[in-house]
Every structure is written in C-alpha cells, then in structure tokens.
C-alpha cells in the first residue's frame, strides 16, 4: 500500500511540475505579447481602420453596437483561437506520453476472453484513456477547453452578425492550419499571424458594415504585408525591411488611383518619412550593420508610423 501511495505522489508531482511548465510558457507568451505593444493593439486598430473605410460609420447606438460586436469577435474570438491553437503544443503528448506505460483496460462484457476482439477493445480504450488522463489532458486540457470556449464565443458572434463573416471564418481555420503546419517544421508563422491580425481584423469591420470593395480589399493585405516585414524584423529575419516597405507603398499607390492627391501626400509623407530613418537606425552608431540590433530598432520605430498610415489610408477612400 505505501508503495503506491509513493507512487501516485510522484505522478502527481510530476503532473504538478507539467501544469507548472505549461503556467509559465503561458505566461512568458503573455510577457512576449506585452513586450511588442503595438502589435497588441494592431487587432483593434485593423477593426477601426476596416470599419471607416466602408463608409457607413454614424456614431450612434446600433452602430457602436456593431463595432463592439466586431471587437469581441477579433480581440477575444478570434485572438484566442489563434494563440491557443497555433500556440499549444498538441502533438508533445503523442510523442512522450503514448503508448502509457500504466493502464488498466476497460471494462468489458463479462465472458470475454483477453484476446478477443472486445478484450482488445477494451484494452484499448483503457489504454487511451490512461494517456488522455496522464500526459494530453495534464499538457494540454486547459488549451482545449479555451479553444472550445472561443469557438463557442466565435458562433455566438457569427449569429449575432452578418453572413459574410462566414469566408472570413473560414480563412481563420486556413490560417490556424497554417500556422500549426509551420511550427511542425520548427518556424515561427509569422505571415498567418500578420494576415489574421490585421487583413482578418480589417475585411470583417468592413464586411460588418458594408460589402467588400477591391479598394478595402488590397490595403488589408498591403498592410498585412507591411505587418509580417516588421514581424520579420523584430525577430532577425531577412527581407522583413523589403516586406514592410513594399505594403506601405502599395497602399500609397492605391491612394493615388484613387485620385487622392492629397491624402497620398499625406501618405507618402509617413511612407518616406520611415525611408529616410531606415539607413541611420540600421547603420547607426553601437549597432552591428548586417546584425539584428540594426533592424529590431527599425521595427520598433516603425510600428507608429505604420499605424498612422493605416489611419490616414482608411479616411481617404471614397
């Protein structure tokens, strides 16, 4: 008896100490997100941004009701099921955990011999079970509950606003997919999350107040372009600064077919004024010039202008 009383501490400690390293890889993914500010607040900027460009903002009560709407479904929704889904681990229990080691079959009908076809179910479901207990639910239960919880929140939502949020539901499962595939391969998804955070964020405040307009269309995806070449600079990559400046300037090219003389002075004004700072940020005193110092600083500059741009490109369209 005391042996396996010993034995159940020690499970226990050491699920405690799994619940333990999952708490603080949680929290340091918070401290990440809390460390890059304006990529926090780039959802509900893309919402705002996406909103004003369908033309039909009044500032009243059903209105505010719906952007509300619409910030709940990115911020909480769809934020959540990004970052739980892309973020957890899922595939760590079946490598460590499976086959247990410890298990006890399930019960069966009675007469029924081990080797049987339901002796071996049996076995089998206790063998399950046991690996679902012990290693996927200790590693990965509260993730799962949080995922079921978002998706939950995001049908409620889908219910509650228009049907052409459906495709962009859909482009959210797409991206999440993509996402868990490139952290199979050990890379960070970086371009899903851009596209997610901010072209997703962008087309659904549009498509809450309007249909969709070729114009609206290609500034979310510029600007999601620009997004993922800052993403790429903060974390050291190459062709991030190519990326970001390629965005930005479609976007100012798009300001200018659509015979916006003014705002796309305004626009390349911030487009050029990050042009001119790239070269002493990069190249600049106490900073490695082909290192990462270099560009994380260019990317951390970068993100008010980009959002002032951002801005500045969702009043203009007609």
Known sequence: M????????????????????SAIRHWL????????????????WAVLC???????????GETLLSLALVLLLVELAWSALWDLAVGTDWFRPVSDGWPPEDFASAASLPYTLPGSPGGRI?????????????SFWTAAGPALLGLLGAALLTVVLGVLLPERLLPLNAALVALIGLGIAQRLRGREPLAAAALTRVGLSWLAAHAVF??????????ALAFALAAWGNLRLASGL??????LNTGQAIAVIVLIWLKQPLVAGAAGLLFFGQLAMQPA?????????????GRAAVSRRTWPWLLALMLVAAVSLP
Do not use: H, K
Not at 2 to 21: F, H, I, M, P, T
Not at 210 to 219: D, I, K, P, R
């Open 50 to 60: 996406g909103a004003l460009t369908s033309n039909q903002i009044r500032w009243q």
């Open 238 to 243: 190459g062709r991030g600064l190519w990326l």
């Open 281 to 293: 940020l990069r190249y600049g005193e106490g900073m490695d010039p082909a290192g990462e110092d």
């Open 29 to 44: 993914s918070l401290r990440g997100a809390l460390a890059r500010p304006f990529w926090g607040w780039l959802g509900g």
């Open 210 to 219: 309007a249909e969709m307009g070729t114009a609206s269309l290609v500034l």
């Open 122 to 134: 049996a076995r089998g479901v206790g063998r399950f079970a046991a690996w679902w207990r012990v």
């Open 2 to 21: 005391w042996y396996n009383c010993a034995v159940n501490g020690l499970q226990d400690l050491g699920n405690a100490e799994q619940v333990e390293s």
